[in-house]
């Protein structure tokens, strides 16, 4: 096939994908995520206490600042502040792609760098978290791929500052990626730069609180302590055993100590590697899920797509897809609950197999191709 052809084949890909993001933006009526955004807005631009006078927010105060700017936009262009969240939203997976397409083809060269930004633009779980249900994970996952393609385009001290910069953003705006710092450790030198993308991204999170600091008690219950939804969710389950702690700081403990593990265990590996099984690590492992958790793995799958991702993008994307257009009075056989979670398990095992076979082979002399994932 021709380079024309295959370009022309991607930014139809692209556009069709466009489409069906705004047609699905343009009809969503909006919903408690959106309803608690609105609430939160509300209540910076009155000057309130975030953490005091709602339970609706359990992140940094960063999104809130960003929706209430989002609604004084929207007032002023007569846009609905849905749709003015969700262009925005819209805007962050396009920057995503074009990420991904940049450290795609700094990996694999042209061939794979268009299709590796399309898989994600296009990837249905992607389309449906941000494009429908105006989730802002995207935007933590925006900033994790920009400090791996900071990163590497120089591995010298200069760059310490500028991932350092982007992972702070990362976990400031949502902390799914609480974890990915400690991977960003740099393996040598002296500089004092080297443990900066590891140290400022904790601090900024916490000095964030700061000017909240009277309602530390609600920050601990509604920031620390926020699951998401439970119900013998993953490692929920082993709670049904009568002899194990009921105690939801039981799974929690569980959860970190996986966490650190894989952080330590995959620490030296290429980073959009390390920091996707992470990422699969901590969804075997989280002790609660909401839907939009399943966003957090999709880019940096999408640059080396294998079994697994395809796998957990059918599985998941057919759950969210039951669950956010309500299809489970009509497809009552379309996956569940559960899904994600297998799916999730086996994606990781998956990798750890390729990676497992990897290895056996550089053993054997006979090493995989540079910067590869396979």
Known sequence: MSPRVLRSAWVGGFLAALAIRLGFLLSFPGDFDTDSYEIVAGILRHGGDLYAETNRYNYSPAWGFVVAGVQIA???????????????LLAVDAATALL?????????????????SLLFFANPISVLMSGYHCQFDNVSILFLLLAIEIEGRDEGS?????VALSLSASVL???????HPLLFARRQGRSAGRFLPVVLPYAVFLASFLPYWRSWKSIGW??????????????????????MPQSGLFL??????????AVIRFRRLERVRASLLLFLVILVFLPGFQGQYCVWPLALGALAPSLGYLVYTVASGSFLTNIVLALYRTMPWLPGWYAPWWAAVFWLLWELRAL??????????????AGTLR
Not at 103 to 116: E, H, I, P, Q, T
Not at 158 to 162: E, G, K, M
Not at 252 to 261: H, S
Request: no cysteine; aromatic share 12%.
């Open 173 to 179: 705006f949502k902390h799914a990626t609480w974890f």
């Open 74 to 88: 929207a007032e002023k262009t007569g846009v609905r502040f849905v749709v003015a969240i969700g262009l925005l």
């Open 222 to 243: 509604n920031v620390f302590l926020h699951r998401g939804l439970t119900g013998y969710y993953g490692i929920e389950a082993i709670q049904l055993l009568s002899w």
């Open 100 to 116: 991904v397409y940049r450290l795609a083809r700094r990996r694999a060269g042209d061939a794979r760098s268009a299709l590796a």
């Open 356 to 369: 497992s076979l990897e290895r056996a082979r550089e053993r054997s002399g006979l090493r995989s191709p």
């Open 252 to 261: 929690t403990a569980i959860f970190v100590v996986a966490a650190l593990v």
């Open 158 to 162: 200069a760059r310490a500052v500028p």
